[in-house]
Structures are given as structure tokens and as C-alpha cells.
């Protein structure tokens, strides 16, 4: 329905500016293009931001990301404020606006670059550039070349995947277009460019958390990392069996798994057990 609509809309539109000269006609589209582009209203931690949503799919994370994942938002409104906090998989930017909102120091990382137009945006529009810096850039076991596999260019979509259009946690192929992209493992981050060493890590790329773990071994065994979420998709076998390869990583790097976050998303907090003796 809203698609045959907003066709409709978009040929009467052309329609009455086709006696326009050419380049007249083309400069006012453009414009009217983007003057269209809703920004709307959504309160995080009691504060009102406007989310830049150019597309159906970023629509959904303006209407239902808040209550998408509550134990994502409470995890973040638990931690210290002035600690980094690194947004693996950050989308729209939903939570690394809620983090910065919060006091927190923010590396938000997009890998999908008609998404990050919407990261990047949302965090201008709401002066959250003081404490969110956004990249556009995959996080992956290794730092290389590669490519990341879409479905679409719509902005705000979910189950891409770097390296492996199989990976995908959402369908059984991420998609055909693949797209030039460049990846870094959290290890080279630190190591090669210095990045803030993170204190909280949010891992969310719907494909290659195994991966990601996997390339930051030397990081994620530093105490200073104090705590992980990790979506953790288990519903299918071979999704199972990932998901014992990053728990037994995640061990290894002396975590343990906090009992009271397990949301249908799949949401899974790695803490250090010093974390139970506090509380």
C-alpha cells in the first residue's frame, strides 16, 4: 500500500513539473527529495532526538528500536559514564545515541554505507558528535579488503555480511550486490590506529560475530574490558554451533555469561565474574 502510493505521489509530481525546463525540473527534485526525508521524534534516556529515516527499512528503527532490545538499552544506561564504549554493528545509530546520551566516549562502526549515511546523520543532526565518532567500516577477523553482500540500498537493512554472502544470520544468502568495503579486527584498531581502548563492547553485524571475537583475542583478554553484548542467533544447528565457538572464546578471555540478559533477540552479556562479587 504505501509503495503504490508514494509512486503515485512520485509521478504527479513529475507530472506537474515537466513544463519546467530541463535543469530547473531536476534541481527541484533533488531538492524536494530531500526536504521529504522525515526526521522523527523518538526519546532515548528522556531526552527527544530526531532519527533521519530515508527509507522503509530505517523506518522500523525510529518506530520500534526502542523496545526492540530493552536489555541493550538497560545494559547501557548500567554503565559508568566516561567509559568507551565501541558500537560493532551500529546501524541508524539507535544505541550509540542512547550511549553518548548517557556520558559514554562512542566508536560506532557501520559497515553498510547506505546506512552509515543514516548513522552519520542522526548523530550531526542531534550534536552527538562530541561523543560519538562514526566509521564507516566492517569489523572483521582481519584487517583486509573485501566486500559486503546486500540485499538492497535501502538504508537501515539487517543480515548483511562481510567476506561470506552465507553468513548471514537473518536469511540463507546476505545478498547479490556485493559492495568494495574495508575491514579492521578489533586488535588492529588498537594496535595500527591508536583507537581508544573500549571498556564496553556492543558486537551486532546479524553475519560474522565469530569472527569478530576471533580478531580480538589480545583485546578481549585485557580486564579492561569490562563487559560484551553479543547477539548470539541460535536457531538453526549450525547456528548453535557458532554460538558454542564464541561462548567458549568469550571464556577463554575470562568472561562469564550474565544469567539475567537473554532477550528473544538473542542478546548475550559477557562480564568478568568479578562483576557478581560487586553486586
Known amino acids: 500500500m504505501s509503495r503504490r502510493l508514494a509512486s503515485a505521489l512520485a509521478a504527479a509530481t513529475r507530472g506537474i513539473l515537466s513544463p519546467l525546463p530541463k535543469w530547473t525540473r ?61 558500537d560493532i554493528g551500529a546501524s541508524v545509530g539507535l544505541y550509540s545515541l542512547a550511549a553518548g546520551f548517557h556520558g559514554l566516549q562512542v566508536m560506532a562502526f557501520e559497515a553498510n554505507p547506505f546506512t552509515y549515511e543514516c548513522l552519520l546523520r542522526n548523530v550531526l543532526e542531534n550534536r552527538g558528535a562530541e561523543r560519538i565518532k562514526p566509521y564507516s567500516l ?62 564496553q563492547i556492543k558486537i551486532d553485524v546479524d553475519s560474522i560475530e565469530e569472527q569478530i571475537v576471533s580478531g580480538g583475542r589480545r583485546t578481549l583478554s585485557d580486564p579492561r574490558v569490562r563487559s560484551v553484548l553479543i547477539e548470539i542467533v541460535s536457531d538453526t544447528p549450525a547456528h548453535r554451533e557458532r554460538a558454542e565457538r564464541i561462548i567458549v572464546m568469550m571464556r577463554d578471555f575470562g568472561f562469564v555469561i550474565d544469567p539475567s540478559v537473554g532477550s528473544a533477540s538473542g542478546n548475550r552479556l559477557f562480564v568478568r565474574p568479578e562483576a557478581f562479587r560487586k553486586g
Do not use: C
Not at 523506518?59 to 548500567?78: C, F, H, K, N
Not at 548483511?160 to 552465507?166: E, K, L, R, S, Y
Open 138 to 199: 566492517a569489523l572483521a577477523e582481519r584487517s583486509t579488503l573485501g566486500e559486503l553482500y546486500l540485499a538492497s540500498t535501502e538504508a537501515g537493512t539487517v543480515g548483511n555480511a562481510f567476506g561470506d554472502p552465507q553468513a548471514s544470520a537473518i536469511r540463507e544468502w546476505a545478498g547479490d550486490m556485493a559492495v568494495s568495503a574495508v575491514s579492521a579486527s578489533i586488535d588492529d584498531l588498537i594496535a595500527l590506529f591508536a583507537a581508544p581502548f573500549p571498556n
Open 26 to 86: 531536476i534541481s527541484v527534485l533533488a531538492r524536494l527529495s530531500a526536504f521529504l526525508v522525515p526526521r522523527v521524534p523518538v526519546t532515548i534516556g528522556g531526552r527527544t532526538v530526531n532519527l533521519y529515516t530515508p527509507s522503509k527499512a530505517s523506518v522500523y528503527w525510529a518506530r520500534y528500536g526502542m523496545e526492540a532490545e530493552p536489555d541493550t538499552l538497560r545494559w547501557i544506561q548500567s554503565l559508568d559514564a566516561g567509559s568507551v564504549f565501541w
